[in-house]
């Protein structure tokens, strides 16, 4: 497994997703920290920096575009048509447009956790 430090982020999301994951892991827990953002999630409370509604909608406001290309790419790739059929009743469809917090809190937890994901499993770790 790569070290964590020597993985070079390459757009914006990878970089802030990676300065969140250091900020908030103890020397030497990565797996650990990996194996339960996989497990439980950002809805867990377990990310700092990702909790509060303030935190995600500047977390998804900064990433917009990668996130909707990110989302684009997940329906396209599962074979869905819009945001509700991956999310179900957490997305509000009266917010298509994703104006309102609780839609850009559930998609910055999506973002988050994907490219955490891809950083994961670009190091070696199976979960």
């Given amino acids: 497994m790569k070290k964590l430090s020597n ?12 300065a969140i994951i250091k900020s908030n892991l103890e020397k030497g ?8 953002l996989m497990n439980n999630g950002c809805q867990s409370g377990m ?6 509604y303030s935190e995600t ?5 900064k990433h ?7 989302l684009s790419n997940t329906l396209s790739e599962c074979g869905l048509s819009c945001p509700s059929e991956l999310f179900g009743d957490k997305f509000d469809t009266d917010d298509f447009l994703c104006v ?3 839609n ?7 973002a988050f956790e994907e490219t955490a994901r891809n950083i994961a499993n670009q190091l ?4």
């Fill in 29 to 36: 827990y990565e797996e650990s920290f990996f194996n339960d």
């Fill in 57 to 61: 909608s500047k977390f998804f406001t």
């Fill in 104 to 110: 850009q809190n559930l998609l910055a937890w999506f």
């Fill in 7 to 18: 993985y070079k982020p390459t757009t914006t999301l990878e970089r802030s997703t990676l």
């Fill in 64 to 70: 917009k575009d990668e996130i909707n290309q990110m």
């Fill in 100 to 102: 309102d917090t609780t």
């Fill in 124 to 127: 070696g770790m199976e979960f």
């Fill in 47 to 52: 990310v700092g920096g990702l909790i509060y």
